[in-house]
């Protein structure tokens, strides 16, 4: 697909302000993705990111703008109505894996938000791992096979929009690499992703575009075809 | 001195049904909301009450004088009724105390005690008042060998444990438990899976009190229904579930009547010491094991 084609977004944020207590933390995030596309959000830790995805998944005390799905508006909708209403799947930070549930569990807590999710097969054939630890309780899993969980979890509600936060982090490379095919297929079979990441390399292939973040802002916007010309401005944003 | 042991024993599991029933339903309701109920006490005291008047009272008032409601329909009617007002109470005040520091919800709860104390001391004896409605099929005694045991006391016994199993093969096995627990851990993330917490909560502490209600329809017949029998009962539950281990469902069946037997039995060594023996137990536990014993640490 054509990165610069743009199909009428899927989601479409505008002006996402948000709040934790009195806490003003997002500053106005504008950023659109069509149906089937992969963006991601850059920046450094405590710009913003992750309180991107909390607000569109109504995680934050207080949030005004306007997020739009399929043309619906969010902004105003209760937390527990967003998943079922959007279509939404989210793999928080950290990965969310319950301690008190096994791996099934975990697995079925989410309520399926759309028709043509995977079954517990599917999922153990994409992920074979989990198949062998599936009675074992959450938190006695390796940190990839935590993230596999993370990720199955949300596949297998139905959900088209997957919202992503830092999947990579923390994992051996040969996980990472796994988790990368994983994405890919998935972008293949139709999926809308929104990726936080830190690890640019793994972002940058599978990419329609890339949003750099900061103070709670949208500072720059990257096509995944300037990638190579802006490069030093990306590392700019991007050092620590 | 065998026979004496196991005689108080069996007195002591029988006093160890309440502890098991109240504790879980403190337990279930403190693990997801995060709130110390002590109205718990006074929830029970009014499921008495309400079974006491539904058989005695109720028929009076609205001029039937036949009418009375039995035994086992108040089994069934006053956990829903004491339900039912648990809903009210957390819809209408504990809900909006969640953001604050949890004295508040306890402070709210203790002064809800009061009041149902007060108002159940204005309109029946202080001293309390026998429940008449024990069902004919569960009068009389059972020889068990080592000591005659009545009838009614051996069902509370076996219904309190069905019970216990019961909730907590709903909490540990079942998908509901599954997203209860899970809402223990972490609210927001559960909610964003699109799961109602709200009102999961709601249900939750309307089923927490629910379990009061019915252990005091249980009560009624062994204790005389008394607007005080709550609050006596109350400071020894909470010693139960901090040695249980806040929150932990098996830890309160499991110390609920393992203290019920270890008052009873402390009581053939030396009686004076039975009513302080649990709490010389909490001191132990919070030292020993800060977390309770089935709690998580944290």
């Given at each position: 697909?054509s990165?610069?084609?743009q199909?009428?977004?899927?989601l479409?944020?505008t002006d996402?302000n948000?709040?934790?207590?009195?806490?003003?933390?997002l500053h106005?995030?504008?950023?659109?993705?069509g149906e089937?596309?992969?963006?991601?959000l850059l920046?450094?830790n405590?710009?913003?990111?992750?309180?991107t995805?909390?607000?569109i998944?109504g995680?934050?005390?207080?949030r005004t703008?306007?997020i739009?799905i399929?043309?619906?508006e969010?902004?105003?909708?209760?937390?527990?109505?967003?998943a079922?209403?959007g279509g939404?799947?989210?793999?928080?930070?950290?990965?969310g894996?319950?301690?008190?549930l096994?791996v099934?569990?975990?697995l079925l807590?989410?309520?399926?938000?759309g028709?043509?999710?995977?079954s517990?097969?599917?999922?153990y054939?994409?992920f074979?791992?989990?198949?062998?630890?599936?009675k074992?309780?959450?938190?006695?899993?390796?940190?990839g096979?935590?993230?596999m969980?993370?990720i199955a979890?949300?596949?297998r509600?139905?959900a088209r929009?997957l919202?992503?936060?830092e999947?990579?982090?923390?994992l051996a490379p040969?996980i990472?690499k796994?988790?990368?095919?994983?994405?890919?297929?998935?972008?293949k079979?139709?999926?809308?992703?929104?990726?936080?990441e830190q690890?640019f390399?793994?972002?940058?292939?599978?990419?329609d575009r890339?949003?750099?973040?900061e103070?709670?802002?949208v500072?720059d916007?990257i096509?995944a075809?300037?990638v190579?010309a802006k490069?030093?401005?990306?590392?700019?944003?991007?050092s620590? | 001195?065998?026979k004496l042991?196991l005689?108080?024993a069996m007195l002591g599991l029988?006093n160890g049904?309440?502890y098991?029933m109240l504790?879980l339903g403190?337990?279930?309701?403190?693990?997801?909301?995060?709130?110390?109920?002590?109205?718990?006490?006074?929830?029970?005291?009014?499921g008495a009450?309400?079974?006491?008047i539904l058989?005695s009272?109720?028929g009076?008032?609205?001029g039937?004088?036949?009418l009375?409601?039995?035994?086992w329909?108040a089994?069934?009617?006053v956990?829903i009724l004491?339900?039912?007002l648990?809903?009210l109470?957390?819809?209408?005040m504990?809900?909006w105390?969640y953001?604050?520091?949890p004295?508040?919800?306890l402070l709210l709860?203790?002064?809800?005690?009061?009041?149902?104390?007060?108002l159940f001391?204005n309109?029946?004896?202080a001293?309390?008042?026998?429940?008449p409605?024990?069902?004919?099929?569960?009068r009389?005694?059972?020889d068990?060998?080592?000591?005659i045991?009545?009838?009614?006391?051996?069902?509370?016994i076996?219904?309190?444990?069905?019970?216990?199993?019961?909730?907590?093969f709903?909490?540990?096995?079942?998908r509901?438990?599954?997203m209860?627990?899970a809402?223990?851990?972490n609210?927001d993330l559960?909610?964003?899976?699109?799961?109602?917490?709200p009102l999961?909560?709601?249900?939750?502490?309307?089923f927490g009190t629910g379990l009061a209600g019915?252990?005091?329809?249980l009560?009624?017949p062994?204790?005389?229904?008394?607007?005080?029998?709550?609050?006596?009962?109350i400071?020894?539950?909470?010693?139960?579930?901090?040695?249980g281990g806040?929150g932990?469902i098996m830890?309160?069946?499991?110390s609920?009547?393992a203290?019920?037997?270890v008052?009873?039995?402390?009581?053939v060594?030396?009686a004076?010491?039975?009513?302080?023996v649990i709490f010389?137990?909490?001191v132990?536990?919070?030292?020993?094991?800060p977390?309770g014993l089935f709690g998580r640490?944290?």
């Amino acid at each position: 697909m054509s990165a610069t084609a743009q199909p009428t977004p899927l989601l479409k944020i505008t002006d996402l302000n948000a709040w934790y207590g009195e806490s003003h933390v997002l500053h106005g995030i504008d950023l659109e993705l069509g149906e089937g596309q992969l963006i991601t959000l850059l920046g450094r830790n405590g710009s913003g990111r992750t309180t991107t995805l909390r607000a569109i998944m109504g995680m934050v005390d207080r949030r005004t703008g306007s997020i739009s799905i399929r043309g619906e508006e969010f902004i105003s909708k209760p937390a527990h109505r967003i998943a079922p209403l959007g279509g939404i799947g989210y793999c928080p930070e950290e990965r969310g894996i319950f301690a008190s549930l096994n791996v099934e569990e975990n697995l079925l807590l989410p309520p399926t938000v759309g028709k043509d999710g995977m079954s517990l097969d599917e999922i153990y054939e994409m992920f074979p791992n989990l198949k062998e630890v599936r009675k074992r309780m959450g938190t006695l899993l390796s940190g990839g096979e935590q993230q596999m969980l993370a990720i199955a979890r949300i596949l297998r509600t139905g959900a088209r929009l997957l919202l992503l936060d830092e999947i990579t982090e923390g994992l051996a490379p040969v996980i990472v690499k796994a988790l990368g095919d994983a994405i890919s297929r998935l972008k293949k079979s139709g999926y809308t992703i929104v990726l936080v990441e830190q690890n640019f390399r793994f972002a940058a292939p599978r990419a329609d575009r890339h949003y750099v973040i900061e103070h709670g802002k949208v500072v720059d916007r990257i096509e995944a075809a300037e990638v190579d010309a802006k490069m030093d401005r990306l590392n700019h944003y991007l050092s620590v | 001195m065998l026979k004496l042991i196991l005689a108080q024993a069996m007195l002591g599991l029988n006093n160890g049904v309440f502890y098991a029933m109240l504790s879980l339903g403190l337990a279930v309701i403190f693990g997801l909301l995060n709130v110390v109920n002590f109205a718990h006490g006074a929830l029970y005291m009014t499921g008495a009450f309400l079974a006491l008047i539904l058989y005695s009272y109720l028929g009076v008032w609205i001029g039937i004088e036949d009418l009375h409601i039995n035994f086992w329909a108040a089994l069934i009617i006053v956990p829903i009724l004491i339900g039912a007002l648990g809903i009210l109470i957390e819809r209408t005040m504990l809900r909006w105390l969640y953001r604050f520091d949890p004295i508040y919800s306890l402070l709210l709860t203790f002064g809800i005690t009061l009041v149902l104390q007060g108002l159940f001391v204005n309109f029946f004896s202080a001293s309390g008042t026998p429940y008449p409605g024990q069902p004919e099929s569960l009068r009389g005694v059972v020889d068990l060998g080592f000591m005659i045991f009545p009838k009614y006391r051996l069902f509370a016994i076996g219904f309190s444990i069905v019970i216990c199993l019961a909730v907590w093969f709903i909490i540990e096995r079942t998908r509901i438990g599954a997203m209860l627990r899970a809402g223990t851990e972490n609210p927001d993330l559960v909610k964003a899976f699109g799961i109602n917490v709200p009102l999961m909560v709601t249900l939750t502490f309307g089923f927490g009190t629910g379990l009061a209600g019915l252990a005091g329809v249980l009560a009624a017949p062994i204790y005389s229904v008394g607007p005080l029998m709550g609050a006596d009962l109350i400071i020894i539950i909470f010693a139960v579930v901090v040695i249980g281990g806040m929150g932990s469902i098996m830890g309160a069946v499991v110390s609920g009547f393992a203290l019920g037997l270890v008052e009873g039995i402390t009581k053939v060594f030396y009686a004076p010491a039975a009513n302080t023996v649990i709490f010389f137990l909490m001191v132990v536990v919070l030292l020993v094991r800060p977390a309770g014993l089935f709690g998580r640490q944290s």
